[in-house]
């Protein structure tokens, strides 16, 4: 069978991305704390080897959940970032030698191929802003400032010998742990000390907040249903819903029963707002738009569903649709009866009327008729509450009888 997007999608390889990941920390803390078990070639590999590689395939899993992140967003450091880290963590597998490690082996192999068919799908350039630049540059510079400072004052200290330890004092002493075993012996280690305090926490304190301050402001949008753009971006084959209307509710509860991806677009704040807190994926933006459509990726939407109480404004969605769109299939509900032939014109390929199949339910129920062959009945019969483009609901030329044509004479 061919391999295509339907069987590796961008889905896949971002997944891929987050178990390599945990997986890699996981079997990195087992090697560290000595519980691994000894697989074959454990005799040929040194066990401080086996230590190092399972603290550094710790760090790596911890680098590849950031990549996972990037991947999710869409941006192509991230796609740059996991092809260097998924060889990476298989040879880190490998040197752990064990048997835990050997699906960290095979799942890091299996994801590359996602990751290299999908690769042209992660476009989005990540362009840190002045500020971002200015916090970086301030942290690096406060860390530098510590370490190489610190290890120039070895002498005022006790516990730093290398560039490590003044490396790890400047970190705990800017975290504010303070463990105590480096402290300084005299009064220039302890000025020294203070400087890296209060310059290394006022570094961190900017990073944190240039950090969080996108993320605060993405979740002000994710309640009013603007922050999903580029979650968009990364969906195929998903159906697009225009409008929010009476219908809307039991169609997502539909899709969802048969764990298909959507996109609801609405001009309704408040539905909007609504979906957000529910975790659905809602653009609040006017249906019959082009960018908005454009955003909500109409030209890798399988289908578009149309069903608001307003038949005009479901007309001009479904003009927008099909123009964005010719190859899409778009299936309209009509608020009233008189209107599912404009729908059709409109461009939509079927159009129900809601109304005119409950009633046609509720009379036959009625009157002791299984409700399920009824509804059949009626989806198979134009004009009872399907028009199709062509013909009746499953787009075959209709045989039925106009009610409104006199019988022909019998002879």
């Known amino acids: 069978m061919e391999l295509s997007r339907e069987w590796v999608t961008v889905r896949a390889s971002i997944v891929l991305t987050f178990a390599v990941a945990v997986l890699s920390i996981v079997v990195g803390l087992l090697h ?3 519980v691994s078990v000894v697989g074959p070639l454990s005799p040929y590999i040194p066990d401080i080897v086996r230590q190092v590689v399972g603290f550094s395939g710790t760090l790596t899993g911890f680098a590849m959940l950031a990549s996972g992140y990037a991947l999710k967003r869409g941006y192509r450091v991230g796609l740059y970032s996991t092809a260097i880290l998924l060889p990476l963590t298989g040879i880190q597998g490998l040197l752990q030698v064990s048997v835990v490690s050997l699906p960290l082996v095979a799942l890091s192999i299996v994801s590359i191929p996602a990751l290299v068919v999908n690769r042209d799908r992660f476009t989005r350039t990540y362009r840190p802003s002045p500020t971002q630049l200015a916090a970086g540059t301030a942290l690096v510079t406060a860390l530098g400032y510590g370490t190489f400072g610190s290890f120039a004052l070895r002498e005022e200290f006790t516990g ?6 003044a490396f790890y004092y400047t970190v705990v ?10 402290t300084p012996t005299s009064a220039i280690g302890r000025m020294f000390g203070l400087s890296v305090l209060v310059i290394n926490v006022a570094a961190f304190a900017v990073a944190l907040g240039v950090l969080l301050t996108p993320a605060i402001e993405a979740q002000f949008s994710k309640a009013l249903g603007k922050m999903t753009q580029r979650q968009f971006d990364l969906l195929d084959g998903h159906v697009l819903v225009l409008g929010y209307g009476d219908l809307t509710e039991p169609i997502l509860e539909e899709l969802i029963e048969r764990d298909i991806d959507y996109v609801v677009v609405t001009d309704d704040e408040r539905h909007a707002s609504r979906l957000a807190d529910r975790d659905v994926a809602v653009l609040a933006a006017d249906p019959s738009d082009v960018g908005p459509l454009e955003t909500a990726r109409i030209g890798d939407a399988r289908a578009v569903v149309v069903a608001t109480n307003d038949d005009a404004e479901d007309a001009l969605a479904i003009l927008t649709a099909r123009q964005l769109n010719p190859e899409v299939r778009i299936v309209a509900g009509a608020t009233q009866r008189e209107n599912v ?3 059709r ?3 939509a390929d079927d159009v129900i009327s809601p109304a005119t199949l409950g009633g ?3 009379v036959d129920s009625a009157f002791g008729a299984d ?3 009824v509804a059949e009945e009626i989806m198979d019969d134009e004009g009872l509450g399907v028009e199709s483009a062509g013909g009746s609901a499953n787009g075959e030329p209709s045989d039925a009888v106009d009610p409104d044509e006199e019988p022909p004479d019998e002879e």
Request: charged share 15%; hydrophobic share 40%.
């Open 345 to 347: 014109r409109a461009g």
């Open 160 to 165: 730093i010998n290398s560039i490590v330890d």
């Open 341 to 343: 032939d404009k729908l």
């Open 360 to 362: 046609h339910l509720l």
């Open 173 to 182: 002493t800017a975290s504010t742990v303070g463990y105590g075993d480096v």
């Open 371 to 373: 409700s399920t062959a």
């Open 32 to 34: 560290i704390s000595g």
